[in-house]
């Protein structure tokens, strides 16, 4: 993977935290437990719409795209997602003073 693919997939700050929450995890969460992480970082507590709109981002974009790239398996009908290969993402996932280059989308 070049930079500029992997700078791609981590432009978004919701794919590094998926990323992050998989390494924390041994590589294994579900789409329902990465939603709720994702709804409660935005705000003090998550309510059900902010959940529903964040499983609605992880299944329609970035499950997908960090699947297309290898970097996960993502099995829809259980929800199940697993780290597979971080390879050249793992260093800015990782080290703080790669991690600050990455050009973030938002």
Do not use: C, W
């Amino acid at each position: 993977m070049d930079t500029h693919e992997a700078f791609a997939i981590l432009s978004d700050s919701d794919r590094q935290h998926v990323l992050e929450e998989l390494l924390e995890t041994d590589g294994r969460s579900t789409v329902g437990v990465l939603a709720d992480q994702l709804a409660a970082r935005r705000k003090n507590r998550a309510d059900e719409l902010d959940r529903e709109r964040a499983e609605v981002h992880l299944v329609h974009n970035h499950l997908p795209r960090l699947a297309e790239h290898g970097v996960i398996e993502y099995d829809r009908e259980s929800g199940e997602v697993v780290l597979v290969e971080l390879g050249d993402l793992e260093p800015y996932l990782t080290d703080p003073i790669r991690k600050r280059q990455i050009p973030l989308d938002e």
